[in-house]
């Protein structure tokens, strides 16, 4: 595993996010002066009218959701370990929502006992068929500060961020079991879409975290004003830019990536999907990366969305991509350096001033559509 230190994003116009995303509450009344203990879900009502709540450790009965919504300016902490009893159910396990809230899991563990749900090789669908699996484990809907916890084997996706003005840090998403095969999973690895931060938020920082998992360690969805630093990612799918079926605008103006990650399977990526329209992805860079140990695309840039390079949509605008600075890949010998996929010229426009990659190993890729210059790759 090495040290990811940094990726900032920030969008020039505020795009809207999805309904039931998890934007946080419109203002609460104020909490009582006191202290809240949680020792089970019975204990929420009366512990969510206290500015300090502490939830001990318990296990939440099976398909049920632990739901948190502190008064604002609460603080919460968690003094054990809480345990997601096991059944099959959408989900979610847990959802914290609110304004200005202090959440500190003092280095305790979320164990939702993924082990039991997975069967990818099975269904071969992930969170999409097979066992219904509770996605994601944790939803943060809050504003305020949500740090020091370390989340096990979620079943599906482990973090979903929602709402704004946020900072996330410290967070341990220890998946790793997933990546051994198991009986239903034949040679293949037994978790699947166990995405390690998946973000449709506004004003987001996730700092100083680790991630172990079998799909993407962060996935931006929309939002603006996002900022992913001095984290760890191990194994995965890598970093990804989503734009998918969604007509709102997202149109981050500058996407700044600082990266040092090896063994995933994808490094650097942005994919939106074939069928939608009237969104755009816009002035990312990319600045002093280093990857190694890539399997099958170092650098992803894909219109074909779910498919990977198939016919390409030219609904969604790619416009301005930059490596500035020194990024260097290191591809294994069956990947693939650099695949642009555009639909058109029109949708995949602007500079692309790809001078500061360079990309070893591995075959050439191509790219179609798009006005990239300089590189080596």
Same mark, same amino acid.
């Given at each position: 595993?090495?040290i990811l230190?940094?990726?900032f994003l920030f969008?020039? +116009?505020?795009?809207?996010?999805p ?7 419109a203002p609460?009344?104020?909490g ?5 203990e949680i020792q !089970? ?15 001990? *450790? ?6 049920q959701?632990?739901a948190?919504?502190?008064p604002d300016?609460?603080s919460v ?19 914290i929502?609110?304004n ?6 003092n280095g305790?563990?979320l164990? *939702? ?5 997975w ?7 992930g969170?999409?068929g097979?066992v ?6 944790l939803? /943060? ?12 084997n ?21 998946n790793s079991?997933?990546?051994a095969?198991?009986?239903k ?5 037994a978790? +699947?879409?166990t ?5 449709s %938020?506004?004003?987001?920082? /996730?700092?100083? !975290?680790?991630?172990a ?23 995965g799918h890598?970093?990804s ?7 709102t ?5 500058? /996407? ?6 090896n063994?995933s399977?994808n ?14 992805v ?6 002093n ?14 219109q ?24 260097? /890949? !290191?591809?294994? !010998?069956?990947?693939?350096r650099?695949?642009?996929?555009c639909?058109s010229?029109s949708?995949?426009?602007g ?5 500061g990659l ?9 790219v179609?559509? %798009? ?7």
């Amino acid at each position: 595993m090495f040290i990811l230190p940094a990726i900032f994003l920030f969008a020039s +116009a505020a795009a809207a996010l999805p309904a039931g995303n998890g934007t946080h509450n419109a203002p609460r009344k104020a909490g009582r002066r006191c202290t809240g203990e949680i020792q !089970s879900l019975a204990d929420v009502a009366a512990a969510e009218e206290c500015t300090t709540i502490v939830i001990g *450790g318990f296990t939440v009965p099976a398909g049920q959701t632990f739901a948190l919504a502190p008064p604002d300016g609460a603080s919460v902490s968690l003094t054990g370990a809480v345990t997601f009893g096991f059944q099959e159910w959408a989900g979610p396990l847990m959802t914290i929502t609110g304004n200005d809230i202090t959440f500190n899991g003092n280095g305790h563990e979320l164990l *939702g006992q993924g082990d039991l749900y997975w069967d990818v090789d099975l269904q071969q669908q992930g969170i999409n068929g097979g066992v219904t699996k509770p996605d994601p484990m944790l939803r /943060i809907n809050m504003g305020g500060t949500f740090t020091n916890l370390k989340l096990v084997n979620s079943p599906g996706r482990a973090i979903a961020i929602g709402g704004s003005s946020l900072t996330v840090s410290e967070i341990n998403v220890d998946n790793s079991a997933g990546s051994a095969p198991n009986s239903k999973s034949g040679s293949n690895p037994a978790g +699947a879409n166990t995405d390690g931060f998946d973000v449709s %938020a506004n004003n987001v920082v /996730i700092e100083s !975290s680790t991630v172990a998992n079998q799909d993407d360690c962060l996935a931006i969805n929309r939002g603006t004003s996002i900022t992913f630093s001095g984290n760890t990612c191990s194994g995965g799918h890598g970093i990804s830019v989503v734009r998918t079926v969604y007509s709102t605008v997202f149109a981050p103006s500058q /996407i700044l990536i600082f990266c040092l990650c090896n063994q995933s399977v994808n490094g650097l990526r942005i994919k939106t999907d074939a069928t939608a329209t009237g969104s755009t992805v816009s002035g990312v860079t990319y600045t002093n990366n280093k990857l190694s140990g890539i399997t099958e695309f170092g650098v992803l840039i894909d219109q074909s969305y779910p498919s990977t390079l198939g016919t390409p949509g030219t609904g969604v605008v790619i416009n301005t991509v930059t490596f500035s600075g020194t990024n260097t /890949i !290191s591809v294994g !010998s069956s990947a693939k350096r650099v695949e642009v996929n555009c639909g058109s010229t029109s949708s995949c426009d602007g500079t692309w001033n790809f001078a500061g990659l360079t990309v070893t190993g591995g075959a050439a890729g191509a790219v179609k559509n %798009a006005p990239v210059t300089g590189g080596s790759f």
